[in-house]
T-cell receptor, first 112, second 116 residues
Framework: EPEVTQTPSHQVTQMGQEVILRCVPISNHLYFYWYRQILGQKVEFLVSFYNNEISEKSEIFDDQFSVERPDGSNFTLKIRSTKLEDSAMYFC??????????FGSGTRLTVV | AQTVTQSQPEMSVQEAETVTLSCTYDTSESDYYLFWYKQPPSRQMILVIRQEAYKQQNATENRFSVNFQKAAKSFSLKISDSQLGDAAMYFCAYRSLETSGSRLTFGEGTQLTVNP
C-alpha cells in the first residue's frame, strides 16, 4: 500500500535556528498538507498545497513558515527561526481531490 | 467554520467488551466526510473508519462501526470485542466535500484504555 514518508523522525534544534521537515507524498495524489500536534493537544491544520501553490493556510501558518515542492517528489515545510512553542509533532499528508487522507508517521520537532 | 467536539477526554473498557466513543460536529454543509483516526503511543495517525454524509448506511470495518445521525450531527464510534491493541487516542475528524483539497478539522480526542 502506498505510503507518505517523512524525514527525519525526530529533530532537535536550537531556538532561532531554521529547520526543514521533509515529506514524500503519494505520487498520484494532488493535494499535500502539513498538520501540527503539540503534545497532549489536538491535531491542527497548517497549510494545504495544490498545483505548486498554497491553496489554504491557517492562522498558525505565519511568515515564519513556508512550504515548497522543490522537485517532483518532495514536499517540505520550513520554519525560519524556531521558537520553543514550535516544539510539536508535524504530520505531512496527501490526498486525492476528494476522499480520505494518508498521513505520514510524523516528525517530532524539539526546540531547545 | 466547522467544529468537531469530543466530550469524553478519557474512556476505559474491559477486554472483549464493547465501548462507544462520542463525537458531535457543527456544519452548514450537506456534503462531507467524517472520519475516526487512531493515534497509538507512537503518535502515528491511523485511519479507522470513514463515513460519507450522503450515505444513509452506517460504515463498518470489522470490529469498528459508526452510528451516524446526520440530523443530530452526531458520529459515534463503537468498538466491539475490545482488544489490548485498541488502546490509543481516538480523534474524530470532518472534511468538507464542497471544496477540493479541503482541510481536516479534528476533535480534541478521547484517550481509550483497555483493561485486561
Amino acid at each position: 500500500e502506498p505510503e507518505v514518508t517523512q524525514t527525519p523522525s525526530h529533530q532537535v534544534t536550537q531556538m532561532g535556528q531554521e529547520v526543514i521537515l521533509r515529506c514524500v507524498p503519494i505520487s498520484n495524489h494532488l493535494y499535500f498538507y502539513w498538520y501540527r500536534q503539540i503534545l497532549g493537544q489536538k491535531v491542527e491544520f497548517l497549510v494545504s498545497f495544490y498545483n505548486n501553490e498554497i491553496s489554504e493556510k491557517s492562522e498558525i501558518f505565519d511568515d515564519q513558515f513556508s512550504v515548497e515542492r522543490p522537485d517532483g517528489s518532495n514536499f517540505t515545510l520550513k520554519i525560519r527561526s524556531t521558537k520553543l512553542e514550535d516544539s510539536a509533532m508535524y504530520f505531512c499528508a496527501s490526498s486525492p481531490a476528494l476522499g480520505g487522507y494518508t498521513f505520514g508517521s510524523g516528525t517530532r520537532l524539539t526546540v531547545v | 467554520a466547522q467544529t468537531v467536539t469530543q466530550s469524553q477526554p478519557e474512556m476505559s473498557v474491559q477486554e472483549a467488551e464493547t465501548v462507544t466513543l462520542s463525537c458531535t460536529y457543527d456544519t452548514s454543509e450537506s456534503d462531507y466526510y467524517l472520519f475516526w483516526y487512531k493515534q497509538p503511543p507512537s503518535r502515528q495517525m491511523i485511519l479507522v473508519i470513514r463515513q460519507e454524509a450522503y450515505k444513509q448506511q452506517n460504515a463498518t470495518e470489522n470490529r469498528f462501526s459508526v452510528n451516524f445521525q446526520k440530523a443530530a450531527k452526531s458520529f459515534s464510534l463503537k468498538i466491539s470485542d475490545s482488544q489490548l491493541g485498541d488502546a490509543a487516542m481516538y480523534f474524530c475528524a470532518y472534511r468538507s466535500l464542497e471544496t477540493s483539497g479541503s482541510r481536516l478539522t479534528f476533535g480534541e480526542g478521547t484517550q481509550l484504555t483497555v483493561n485486561p
